[in-house]
């Protein structure tokens, strides 16, 4: 099959081999998923065949576009045979997107019993069988299937960048506050330091005003000794002996102290 399609297009041709490449790991995931027990991995492993599912919805949809654009330049019989393969591959890609859902709507139910909680009901498929679908309504839910896959998808990328924006404004506060805290740390420091040093200032000042005070006393009494001499001086202008003033006449060992006119 896939030498006469390449035999009337080789692009067609290369497509439908994409086509079997992917549909051939899908296979080989779900059968490794089966051998899964843990949910996480199964999970991520759903996530990786989605991924191949979309792919594989993408290049049917290009395989698609190529077979109606040959529609006008093959005989009719090659339009029938490439439009059955189109369908088969819809068909065979239903099959594993519901695969797909069944093993989510598994992992779901594990995880809600894990917890206790009680179970979720879970809407069912409102298509029919793909034995009793007619071609048409294979692909019509073949292509709404894998629409709620890529919305699904897309919700999921949405709140991940969500959290991702949340987390970047949550580190960037952290820093802020970070600094801060830096600054303030910084500017006590300042603070202890000035306190310091304004407490050696007084210190300083304190011993200065002590000594400034000695010296006024020591001034004050030099004062009062002239002022007492003045006093004297002025209570007796004629005696000139030291010998008269009460008080300050000198031993008699020592020469007399005449205080001249």
């Given at each position: ?178 600094e801060q805290m830096s600054r ?78």
């Amino acid at each position: 099959m896939a030498s006469s399609i390449s035999a009337i297009s080789e692009e067609l041709g290369e497509i439908d081999g994409q086509i079997a490449d992917t549909f051939r790991a899908l296979s080989n995931g779900f059968q490794k998923f089966e051998k899964i027990k843990d949910a996480s991995r199964q999970s991520r492993q759903l996530e990786d065949l989605t991924g191949k599912m979309r792919e594989c919805k993408r290049l049917i949809k290009e395989f698609d576009r190529e077979v109606k654009e040959l529609e006008h330049t093959v005989d009719p019989d090659t339009s029938k045979m490439l439009n059955e393969k189109k369908q088969s591959m819809v068909k065979e890609l239903n099959s594993y997107v519901a695969r797909k859902k069944q093993y989510s709507t598994n992992i779901q139910n594990k995880r809600v019993d894990l917890f206790g909680g009680p179970a979720e009901a879970f809407e069912e498929d409102n298509g029919l069988l793909a034995s009793s679908m007619t071609n048409q309504q294979l692909m019509d839910n073949g292509h709404q299937m894998m629409d709620e896959t890529d919305q699904a998808i897309e919700r999921s990328k949405k709140v991940v960048h969500e959290t991702i924006n949340v987390g970047t404004e949550t580190a960037a506060a952290l820093k802020a506050q970070t600094e801060q805290m830096s600054r303030i740390v910084n500017e006590l420091d300042s603070i202890h330091f000035s306190i310091k040093k304004a407490s050696q200032l007084v210190k300083e000042i304190g011993r200065q005003v002590a000594t400034d005070r000695c010296i006024m006393a020591l001034l004050f009494l030099i004062v009062v000794g002239v002022i007492a001499i003045i006093i004297v001086k002025i209570v007796n202008p004629n005696n000139k002996d030291i010998r008269d003033i009460p008080g300050l006449a000198p031993p008699a060992n020592r020469r007399l102290l005449w205080i001249p006119d």
